[in-house]
């Protein structure tokens, strides 16, 4: 069964201390893995698209990697302005038309000043 | 440009009422989801429209739901003789396609069902 696994659940850190939130996936084939940013009441904000192990792509504070496993998502130097919760969606490249993403129950991060 | 957008933003209503949501997704986008995000849960999928039709409605929780989208653009999701158990927020997102492309999320309803 296609999984998605986020950890930690939540993650509380000081301003400036770095750190990694890790996404596991198993599918039987990866199309995408995608990170978002999600704030209380608000709707996820897309922030990355990663297609094969290797690949990195960065913005601002926030670096995401994928290896053939898992992916993560560094921050480095955090501001306040970053807790939120951050999600890991991925799609499978299974036949049909099964377009939907799998989700993870995401990664609660909050920043202390 | 303008990005997705979700009408009502908030919505009480009294078990057994039936209830519409829409959503506006982003010009051109051929793909729209549905989920529903209860509170401290993950994003459950509901349903996707490629254009006005609808491959995967294997998310729906019953037949109490529907959704249809008119004209490659605009989406509403009915829910009839709503339950308490409805409540929750829900969530429109769009994608210029379905494979391999990102969503784009609007703000969301809110809807409680009392």
């Known amino acids: 069964e296609d999984q998605v696994t986020q950890s930690p659940e939540a993650l509380r850190l000081q301003e400036g201390e770095s750190s990694s939130l890790n996404c596991s996936y198993t599918?039987?084939?990866?199309?995408?893995l995608f990170w978002y940013r999600q704030d209380p009441g608000k709707g996820p904000e897309f922030l990355f698209t990663l297609y094969s192990a290797g690949e990195e792509k960065e913005k601002e504070r926030l670096k995401a990697t994928l290896t053939k496993k898992e992916s993560f998502l560094h921050i480095t130097a955090p501001k306040p302005e970053d807790s939120a919760t951050y999600l890991c969606?991925?799609?499978?490249?299974?036949?049909?038309?099964?377009?939907?993403?799998?989700w993870g129950l995401g990664t609660s991060l909050a920043v202390n000043p | 440009g303008a990005g997705v957008s979700q009408s009502p933003s908030n919505k009480v209503t009294e078990k057994g009422k039936d209830v519409e949501l829409r959503c506006d997704p982003i010009?051109?986008?051929?793909?729209l989801y549905w989920y529903r995000q209860s509170l401290g849960q993950g994003l459950e999928f509901l349903i996707y429209f490629q254009g006005n039709s609808a491959p995967d409605k294997s998310g729906l929780p019953s037949d109490r739901f529907s959704a249809e989208r008119t004209g490659g653009s605009v989406s509403t999701l009915t829910i009839q003789r709503t339950q308490q158990e409805d409540s929750a927020v829900y969530l429109c997102a769009s994608s210029p396609t379905t494979v391999g492309t990102e969503q784009y999320f609007g703000p969301g309803t809110r809807l409680t069902v009392t």
């Open positions: 599918v039987s084939g990866l199309r995408g």
């Open positions: 969606a991925v799609q499978t490249s299974n036949a049909g038309n099964n377009r939907k993403l799998i």
């Open positions: 010009s051109g986008h051929t793909a």
